[in-house]
């Protein structure tokens, strides 16, 4: 695996469904499908943007495309799951200990944690909509992405920065 970003679902999620949508920014995910070597991601996070259901996988892809666009559209641009190994499991389990992970949803979660673990582990850089949080939460369970990839050395870029650096111009 040659990319230098591990993107959270939010990444793809949000900016295909709200802030980026395919219809008004078609140059955008043209590109981006240009620079899918450039992204990695983990099989937690690729498993949360727009999965086909199991009885849906049988449907004809026109029905597919309408169901799920985004989750098409990635298979069409070979967007591909990376494997967590253990080394990468053992990490996130220490992290999931300290920053007192669970389903709060005012702090990262399990895959957030992952994510971090993959890109601490392989050197990568993690992207994400969230901003930084200007002060430190009183619980580590409010601890969002980037404060924890702060805590843990890892670098954090949001979704533009990642853009501006492979050059993406829409």
């Not at 939010?10 to 980026?20: E, G, L, R, V």
């Not at 991601?41 to 943007?49: N, T």
Request: contains cysteine; aromatic residues 10%.
């Amino acid at each position: 695996m040659t990319g230098q970003y591990c993107v959270d679902a939010n990444i793809f999620i949000t900016a295909w469904n709200k802030d980026y949508p395919p219809h008004v920014f078609r140059t955008l995910w043209e590109q981006l499908a240009q620079h899918q070597s450039d992204i990695v991601l983990i099989k937690p996070i690729f498993d949360e943007i727009d999965p086909i259901s199991s009885p849906d996988q049988k449907l004809p892809e026109d029905k597919k495309k309408e169901k799920y666009p985004l989750r098409v559209w990635m298979e069409d641009n070979q967007f591909a799951s990376t494997p967590v190994v253990d080394s990468v499991k053992a990490v996130s389990l220490d992290f999931e200990k300290e920053y007192e992970t669970n389903n709060n949803p005012k702090g990262a979660n399990q895959n957030d944690i992952t994510l971090i673990a993959y890109a601490k582990i392989e050197g990568k850089t993690v992207v994400a909509f969230e901003d930084e949080q200007p002060q430190r939460p009183a619980k580590k369970c409010n601890y969002k992405i980037p404060l924890v990839c702060d805590e843990q050395e890892v670098e954090c870029v949001r979704f533009v920065k990642m853009l501006d650096l492979l050059g993406i111009r829409i």
